[in-house]
């Protein structure tokens, strides 16, 4: 199964990526998880990667159609991925379908989930993260039974340097801009679903699998 995760900063995508990974058995490949990484290791693509996401912009197009590309040639994507903030531009998805044309397979659904601005704001802003297992919390939504410590392995949580207020204004912008011409892009496919994102995890969850057929 292949899927693409669509949507703005903080509507859920990799919440649920992580759920539909471990009951479909198949990849998340977030692009933004693998800049992250490139960035703490402060490897050549990290380096080229950091100023762009400090500034909630985009890194270009040729760096991440290249990760993705490595990345599709591991053994782990045999069954499928989800593809979780890529494609995020018109020119990210046309190389996409050309990558997939070239593999000889198939793109199953889109799938675009919607929040309204103000929950987006709040979702990111109170955004929390362990910095040893990497669990996530949110202080308004799910938060951790003591503040600043993981429930899991009571590691430190922090905050994500894009979660400041002036930079999720400017990656909602950008979004706008930049990835939102692509609901009409698989919507020309007709591969494109919705999700109202709005409600608990679970709920989402539960409308996810029932689209996906379980
Ligand atoms: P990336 O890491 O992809 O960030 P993003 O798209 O801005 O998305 P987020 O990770 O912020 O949000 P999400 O939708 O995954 O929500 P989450 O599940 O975490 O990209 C970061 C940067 O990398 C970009 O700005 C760019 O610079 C670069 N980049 C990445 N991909 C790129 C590409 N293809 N091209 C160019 N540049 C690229 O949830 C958010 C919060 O809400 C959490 O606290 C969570 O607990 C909470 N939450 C989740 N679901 C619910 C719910 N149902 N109810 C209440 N709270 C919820």
Redesign the pocket.
């Known amino acids: 199964m292949i899927l693409i995760f669509l ?11 992580k759920l539909i990974m471990k009951k479909y058995q198949i990849p998340q490949i ?4 693998i ?2 990484d490139a960035v703490r290791n402060n490897t050549p693509l990290g380096q080229k ?1 950091q100023d ?2 400090n500034k ?6 040729e ?2 159609i290249g990760i993705i590309e490595e990345r599709f040639k591991e053994s782990s994507c045999k069954s499928g991925f989800i593809l ?6 018109i020119p ?1 998805a046309e190389s996409l379908d050309k990558v997939l044309d070239k593999l000889d397979i198939r793109l199953d659904q889109a799938i675009n ?1 919607e929040v309204e601005k103000e929950i987006l704001i709040k ?2 802003s ?3 993260l362990c910095k040893n297992c990497g669990q ?3 202080i ?3 938060a951790p039974s003591r503040e600043g410590i993981c429930d899991q392995c009571e590691g430190e949580l922090f905050q ?1 340097k ?2 400041t207020l002036e930079t999720i204004q400017e ?1 909602l912008h ?2 706008q801009v930049q990835t939102e011409p692509l609901i009409e892009y698989y919507q020309s496919k007709k591969k494109l679903a919705t999700i109202a ?5 679970d709920t ?1 969850f539960n409308q996810l699998c029932n689209l996906l057929g379980n």
């Open positions: 949507g703005a900063p903080g509507v859920g995508k990799g919440t649920q990526a977030s692009t933004g998880d800049l992250r990667a762009y996401m909630g912009l985009l890194v270009p197009d760096v991440v979780d903030g890529f494609p995020r531009t990210q989930f979702r990111l109170g955004r929390r996530m919390y949110n308004y939504f799910n994500r894009d979660d990656r950008v979004y994102a709005d409600k608990d995890q989402i």
